[in-house]
């Protein structure tokens, strides 16, 4: 038992030293070589753009269903009208940059780890290398930008359209008035609460790139090899976005206190 | 032009280069043999520094490569091309686009020298005209075509062969191994060919090397070779297992 705990221990540790070390060859290279700015619009094209359909029917079916429920109990309370406001805070703080995350991790994270993955196991990367072109330079820099310019947007756009939502849910279906509705939105959405969404995005980009562009260049055993690769890339950035959520949560309820 | 010197490496526990020590004259084809899985390619890639060695060095017009970091290792590379023994031909891009990818990343922007560096690589492998497929539908020994014209495009001095006729018929292998020679005739390129494929060895060879246990078992000339009554040598030229039915 203290021995499973132990490897697992230093399994954990080593995975981390490897992503660190990954993270800290990207930063170097966006500044040691020249950043392929068409593999970036490609990239951005591929993670940004063809994400927006998802995030937007995430985002949008959250925020209703968050607002009706929040209308189902808050109306015993004489309360309905807090109905905006708890949905934008609830969106800002929480679920817009999580579920953008996880749905990013599932989409774009596995497609990132998919295709690294095979280029390894057919020897692409190495060719690359052959070449005198760094794989870091041309597969994981432009990808890491693309997914930090990306994702901010892409939880600003699921949390403004849960807001949509969550006011045509409340207002129009279920009665709540709008005057109420939109000066308690208003009242109690803080720019801070908006910094935190869009730093939270940043951060799980962070995540769902290491990750993903990890687990495709360590990626072996041919086909069964890419087949665990994007699995592997999907768990791990899902269950990293949802601890680091936990820890930032924290921290940034400590820089932007709530309310202020 | 190329020196290894006493290269060991393994992989865990798996020792699979014992102290290999070989040397490539500039201009020269040096096939070196093997059985499957004996180091041949592992090889191969210690020469370009993509494996690094245990111990040993490797030595490009005498600059020690052996430690040289990944970004540093560019210059080397562009002198030496590889033909991977899967191709590895770029599966996003077309035929056209493998082959101008080595002439851009080598500074090369003028659309009209890439063209003509292009058609002229497809000449030499010939698959003239064949520029717009995409590696998908190519068969096989076009892909290994196609591969090579990749690695002449950009002009190395030096080329390297990783099973250069694994998995042909043996009319496409034939093509390839004249392809070989001609090429080391018309660019004078230092060739280093790792094969089990003794048609390719006698063919191609100036000299062999024949890997053993992880060991040099034989350096030397195709007639040596062929004389040699050493029994390791003799079961490996005539394909003999010493198993019986």
């Not at chain 1, 045509?168 to 000066?183: Q, R």
Request: hydrophobic share 50%; net charge neutral.
């Amino acid at each position: 038992m203290i021995s499973a705990i132990g490897r697992s221990t230093l399994l954990a540790t080593s995975y981390l030293g490897q992503l660190g070390i990954l993270t800290a060859e990207t930063v170097t290279a966006m500044f040691a070589a020249p950043i392929r700015w068409k593999l970036v619009f490609r990239q951005m094209i591929e993670i940004g753009a063809r994400s927006q359909i998802v995030v937007a029917v995430t985002g949008a079916f959250t925020g209703a269903v968050f607002a009706a429920q929040i209308y189902f109990q808050f109306q015993r309370f004489g309360m309905a009208s807090a109905v905006g406001s708890v949905a934008s805070l609830a969106l800002f703080r929480e679920l817009g940059p999580t579920l953008t995350g996880l749905m990013v991790a599932g989409r774009v994270g596995a497609a990132i780890a998919a295709e690294i993955g095979t280029m390894k196991v057919t020897e692409q990367i190495d060719a690359l290398r052959s070449l005198g072109v760094h794989p870091i330079d041309y597969l994981v820099v432009p990808r890491t930008i693309a997914m930090l310019v990306s994702m901010p947007l892409l939880v600003a756009e699921a949390c403004a359209l849960g807001i949509v939502a969550s006011y045509i849910v409340a207002v129009p279906m279920l009665g709540v008035a709008e005057a109420p509705f939109m000066k308690k939105l208003i009242f109690y959405t803080h720019v801070s609460d908006i910094a935190i969404a869009l730093i939270k995005g940043f951060v799980f980009a962070m995540i769902i790139v290491a990750v993903s562009c990890h687990e495709g260049l360590k990626t072996s055993n041919g086909a069964a090899g890419v087949g665990r690769a994007p699995t592997a890339a999907v768990v791990i950035s899902s269950l990293a976005i949802l601890g680091m959520n936990l820890i930032l949560t924290f921290g940034l309820n400590a820089i932007f206190p709530s309310g202020q | 032009m190329i020196e290894v010197q006493k290269l060991s490496k393994s992989f865990g526990s798996n020792q699979v280069l014992r102290e290999v020590d070989l040397t490539v004259e500039e201009g020269r084809t040096l096939v070196v043999l093997g059985r499957s899985g004996c180091g041949k390619s592992v090889v191969l890639k210690h020469l370009i520094g993509l494996l690094k060695p245990d111990s040993g060095r490797v030595l490009v017009d005498g600059e020690d490569v052996t430690d040289l970091h990944e970004r540093k290792l560019t210059a080397v590379r562009r002198k030496i091309g590889m033909l991977f023994q899967s191709a590895a031909l770029f599966d996003s891009m077309s035929v056209e686009g493998n082959l101008a990818f080595p002439l851009r990343e080598q500074g090369v922007r003028d659309p009209k020298e890439i063209d003509a560096r292009i058609a002229e690589a497809l000449d030499m492998v010939e698959l003239a005209g064949e520029q717009a497929k995409m590696p998908a539908d190519l068969s096989g020994g076009m892909r290994k075509r196609v591969g090579l014209a990749r690695t002449i495009v950009g002009r190395p001095r030096c080329i390297l062969y990783d099973e250069p006729t694994t998995g042909l018929d043996p009319i496409t292998s034939d093509s390839i191994n004249h392809m070989i020679r001609r090429l080391q005739r018309r660019l004078g390129v230092t060739s280093i060919v790792v094969t089990h494929d003794m048609k390719t060895a006698f063919h191609c060879a100036d000299r062999v090397a024949l890997l053993h246990e992880g060991r040099v078992h034989f350096d030397g000339t195709v007639d040596g070779l062929r004389a040699s009554g050493d029994p390791i040598i003799a079961d490996f030229i005539e394909g003999r297992s010493g198993e019986s039915d």
